[in-house]
């Protein structure tokens, strides 16, 4: 049998070399660019344009063209890259390394290239960028945050600028006039949180113009892939519109919850971040808001509230997973350890922290729009990423994005000192060797990077080093704003720098003179991160290019992930071993492999959670897109809605005069109601039952559709210019259908909060809730249709309509 590890390996190799071979291809071609002129290089641009219009001849199909695009756009590879490498040279004073050409081949290839922190992945994202851009069909760079969208943009937009192609970023306070030239530029910069709301936002306008994205997703280049791709896709992205007030219960529910007493009245689950009621518990809530029994049908809504109380008082902490800010509960991206703006929890649990807080609980909102970021970056034509941590998540990141991850060596050889995880009993004896450690290296003038788990523990290192006099400076949620000049300086003689999380952070650390002569940089991590990637991530920051340096983790058993899986165990073993006093460090294999084996724990959750995510949007997916496809329809329509309008007003009328006429039977037809409708939402001529009889099923709905055509004639008739009606019929049409699917989404976003307590009905809630999907976007598209009708036939014209 074939070792599946073995396989995966050989097949890494004879990757690797296909890869080599198109870089000596580049290469090739070093010597001739490297003699032209700055106008012929230049020019080099407006040729490969050419060649990609001459290949696109003849071709008729969105399919063809594009197969034919990406054809030529490989065979011009060799040479494309070889101009992009030759003008970063004369621009930017920068040429990029034969593993960055490497890189970039991965890149354009629509994979993921792993390259190592200070391997230039910026650099190298400036070859497969050129070449894509000169299709003409948008380039989008992302980028995690706005800072590194505009340094990025700024500095690599002058090589771009300079070979003749245009350049704009897309930041999330800009103008709709200012996103639309950043999204039509050859190379647009962006987060992935703008491109979403840009996209979910586009399909929400009244008019063509008013849309940023004029065209559509072609090619996507993700930096840090990982963290967009992996950490922040937990989540959906959410557009909401005003709710139905706030609940009284909120504080109410959060005064219950502090009366209560751990393990005697509730029980916290660390492992699934989870508090539920322990029997006491739920006596002491059925006396407090004087019931009967608390898990009574009509005690529904409280209940939910109570849950969402606990898991906000006893699972949610502040300066880890959020910070109170200027009255606001604000979440901390786990992965990056930066303030996540305008990100609210569901569910009712954002409202129940704020409670807890004593801060102004606002309003539940309902969901108008939502897509995962999974179906968002699955649009594009193709999708390729760059991170120096990801082989981890490689099957995620294949069986969801279609992506290969393809380590590439490092330039130079990797010095940095990996040494084994140091445990000790308790946070304080953990804390006081960190610190130690810190003094004793910045004593000789070695630069330290201090990495932590979160606000609280960042600040409280702070002051412990503050009480030690040793001079330092504090990276986190709290102060972003200076990260660039903070990571710049963590380089340099006797730098100590505290940092809540450096995965994504997107400045190299660049050693000062002497430096590498002392060790490097000394990585020292105060705890173990749920996810291997942000641990390496971490590492990674000492050793850049050849450096010297050194990485340490300093664990205790009161650290979360200890805590959450197996601290008692090591305890025990400890106990035997006469090793479980407060002085005792221990560093054995056996406790990497321990917190390894737990961390892989936290990430397969975490993977479920995502994929649990993405198969509820997989559901919405199709009719999203369906919805989007009629918006873009009646948005792009230049001359007339009728071949729109007239079919949904024809099937408005075959499902009602279905409905009214069961059987064969006439005598049970109810013509009353077919007469009550026509004059409803038909047209306001007098139409008696009497006009109906002797009629078959099928005469019924020809007559009540001719009525319907003799009704837009004379709409028609009214609206002498054509523009005026179909200002008329878009507005009807979008303003019917967005009313209904915003209506639909909400109810679905609360159909899956609570779909999964059918699971104890034996039921699979996944199949309930595409069941109930399913059938409400039927009816959904028949309110619409029945809507639109009754809106559009009945409608008074005047002519001063206006779009």
């Given amino acids: 049998m074939v070792n599946p590890v073995r396989k995966l390996y050989d097949n890494s190799k004879r990757q690797l070399k296909k890869i080599e071979k198109v870089a000596d291809q580049v290469e090739s071609y070093a010597d001739t660019v490297a003699a032209l002129s700055d106008e012929a290089l230049q020019k080099k641009t407006q040729d490969f344009q050419i060649q990609i219009q001459a290949a696109l001849a003849g071709k008729t199909t969105a399919a063809e063209k594009q197969k034919a695009t990406a054809k030529e756009l490989d065979a011009l590879l060799p040479e494309a890259f070889a101009v992009a490498r030759e003008a970063a040279k ?40 050129y070449l894509n851009a000169l299709a003409g069909q948008g380039v989008h760079v992302v980028t995690v945050n706005d800072y590194l969208s505009k340094r990025d943009a700024e500095q690599m937009g002058q090589l771009y600028n300079w070979l003749g192609l245009t350049v704009g970023v897309n930041v999330g306070d ?66 909401s519109g005003p709710g139905s007030g ?38 002491n809530a059925e006396v407090f808001f004087n019931l009967d029994n608390l898990y009574d049908a009509q005690n529904t809504a409280l209940t939910h509230h109570v849950d969402q109380a606990l898991r906000a008082n006893f699972n949610y902490l502040n300066d880890k997973d959020y910070v109170v ?15 996540s703006e305008g990100t609210r929890l569901s569910d009712g649990l954002h409202q129940a922290i704020e409670a807890k807080e004593g801060v102004e609980v606002r309003e539940e909102n309902k969901s108008m729009a939502q897509i995962t970021y999974q179906n968002l970056f699955r649009m594009y034509k193709k999708l390729s990423g760059m991170t120096g941590t990801a082989k981890t998540e490689e099957e995620e990141l294949r069986e969801i ?90 380089g340099q003689r006797g730098a100590v720098t505290v940092a809540t999380n450096m995965a994504g952070r997107g400045t190299d650390i660049k050693l000062g003179p002497g430096i590498d002569d002392l060790g490097g940089l000394a990585v020292i991590a105060t705890e173990r991160h749920e996810s291997r990637r942000i641990d390496n991530q971490l590492r990674g920051r000492a050793g850049r290019q050849g450096d010297h340096g050194s990485s340490q983790f300093f664990l205790s058993l009161q650290d979360d992930l200890m805590i959450r899986f197996g601290a008692e165990r090591v305890r025990t073993m400890l106990q035997r071993m006469n090793m479980d006093d407060e002085d005792t460090v221990i560093t054995h294999r056996w406790i990497t492999r321990s917190v390894e084996s737990a961390q892989k724990r936290v990430e397969g959750n975490n993977y479920d959670t995502r994929k649990n995510v993405l198969q509820y949007d997989d559901v919405v997916r199709e009719q999203r897109e369906l919805i989007y496809r009629e918006r873009d329809q009646v948005l792009d329509e230049k001359k007339s809605l009728d071949d729109v309008l007239l079919p949904m007003v024809k099937r408005t009328i075959n499902r009602v005069v279905d409905a ?77 259908v967005d009313q209904h699917w915003t209506d639909h989404i909400d109810a679905l976003d609360r159909l899956r909060q609570g779909v999964g307590l059918r699971g104890y009905g034996q039921l699979n809630p996944l199949v309930e809730y595409q069941n109930e999907a399913f059938a409400n976007f039927n009816r959904m598209i028949a309110d619409i249709e029945y809507d639109a009708t009754r809106t559009f036939m009945k409608a008074e014209i005047r002519t001063n309509l206006t779009a």
């Fill in 246 to 283: 706030v609940s009284p219960l909120y504080q109410q529910v959060d005064r219950f919850v502090k009366t209560l007493t751990r393990d005697e009245d509730y029980k916290v689950d660390e492992e699934s971040k989870n508090t539920s009621l322990t029997s006491e518990g739920i006596k």
């Fill in 401 to 490: 994005y279609n992506m290969e991850v393809v380590e590439i060596p490092t330039n130079r050889p990797i010095q940095r000192e990996d040494l084994p995880d140091l445990l000790y009993p308790s946070l304080k004896t953990k804390f006081n060797a960190v610190i130690n450690k810190v003094a004793e290296l910045h004593k000789k003038g070695q630069p330290v990077l201090l990495g932590t788990g979160s606000v609280e523990s960042s600040e409280l290192v702070a002051k412990l080093l503050t009480a030690h006099k040793i001079p330092h400076n504090v990276l986190n949620a709290k102060n972003n704003e200076k990260e660039a000049e903070i990571i710049a300086n963590a």
């Fill in 174 to 239: 800009a103008a709709p006039d200012e996103k639309r030239a950043a999204y039509d530029a050859d190379i647009t910069y962006s987060t992935n949180f703008n491109i979403g709301f840009d996209y979910l936002r586009d399909n929400m306008v009244t008019r063509a113009e008013d849309r940023v994205m004029q065209r559509g997703l072609n090619y996507a280049l993700i930096d840090e892939a990982d963290s967009i791709l992996i950490d922040t896709a937990r989540t959906p992205l959410i557009i």
């Fill in 660 to 736: 009214q006429t069961p059987g064969k039977d006439q005598k049970e037809w109810d013509l009353d109601a077919l007469s009550a409708f026509v004059e409803t939402s038909l047209t306001s001529k007098d139409l008696g039952a009497v006009r109906l009889q002797n009629l078959n099923r099928q005469e019924i709905k020809d007559r009540l559709y001719q009525l319907a055509l003799d009704n837009l004639a004379e709409k028609k008739q009214d609206l002498q210019e054509e523009e005026q009606l179909l200002a008329f019929e878009r507005i009807v049409i979008l303003r019917t």
């Fill in 325 to 339: 800010q200027d009255g606001e509960v604000k979440l901390i991206d786990q992965s990056t350890g930066r303030i």
């Fill in 90 to 129: 004369r621009v930017l004073g920068l040429y990029p390394y034969r593993v960055q050409i490497m890189g970039a081949i991965v890149l354009h290839g629509g994979n993921l290239a792993e390259m190592k922190t200070g391997e230039g992945k910026t650099l190298t994202a400036t070859m497969a960028v």
